[in-house]
Structures are given as C-alpha cells and as structure tokens.
C-alpha cells in the first residue's frame, strides 16, 4: 500500500515556475514507477510526466517537454514536478501516481493516486 500527497500547487503568472512535490508512505516506494496526471476543468485526465523506479528513465508528454522536469528522491520517498515557463493551458489538478509496473503512461496502470493540487496560471 502507498499513500500519496501532493503539494506544491497554486496561482502563478505565465512564464512562471512551481515545483509540485508528491510524498509517499510505505517502505516499498522505490521499487514504484511514479507519475504525474493531470485534469483540466471539463476534460479528461491527462499524461504529463513519469520516472523509473530508480530515477534513470524519465518521459514527458510532448505539450510539456523542455518546459517541465519530473525527478525522485528515494532516499526522501518524494517525486518532484518542476514546472517551468508556465502557460494558462497547463491550468488543472496535478495527480501523482504510483504503479508496480516497469513503466507506464495510461493511468489504468496506476494503482495509488494522491488527491491532487491545483495549478492555476494567469495570462
């Protein structure tokens, strides 16, 4: 079992920056694949970003990528998502997310979820 909690989020200019964090509880945390999801007002959940179970593999959604960096700190049981030169379309819930699984971008392969933080950036 592992327990998520994000924070991090909140109201930011565009061309901005926030650094989402997302502790986890259990023992076993390493050995999980993280990732991060996220939901705008009226839409789906979303892929954005996700990272091996040792930090060495990292992959982010196109929209995202030069822009946001996903990272770990196994040591800490903490994954990070530092997001820069924000955009008003990155506006949304962020999730992270746990998966047993080697690797994974579908967020039906994600057993554990946090409750989320909400991102919110002005024009």
């Known amino acids: 079992q592992v327990q998520l909690v994000e924070s991090g989020g909140g109201l930011v200019q565009a061309g901005g920056s926030l650094r989402l964090s997302c502790a986890a509880s259990?023992?076993?945390?390493?050995?999980?694949?993280m990732g991060w999801f996220r939901q705008a007002s009226g839409k789906e959940r979303e892929f954005v970003a996700t990272?091996?179970?040792?930090?060495?593999?990292?992959y982010h959604e196109d929209s995202v990528k030069g822009r946001f960096t996903i990272s770990r700190d196994n040591a800490k049981n903490t994954v990070y998502l530092q997001m820069n030169s924000l955009k008003p379309e990155d506006t949304a819930v962020y999730y992270c997310?746990?998966?047993?699984?080697?690797?994974?971008?579908?967020?039906?392969?994600?057993?554990?979820w946090g409750q989320g933080t909400e991102v919110t950036v002005s024009s």
């Open positions: 259990g023992r076993t945390f390493s050995t999980y694949t």
């Open positions: 997310a746990a998966t047993p699984l080697a690797w994974g971008i579908d967020s039906g392969k994600y057993d554990y």
């Open positions: 990272i091996s179970w040792s930090g060495r593999n990292t």
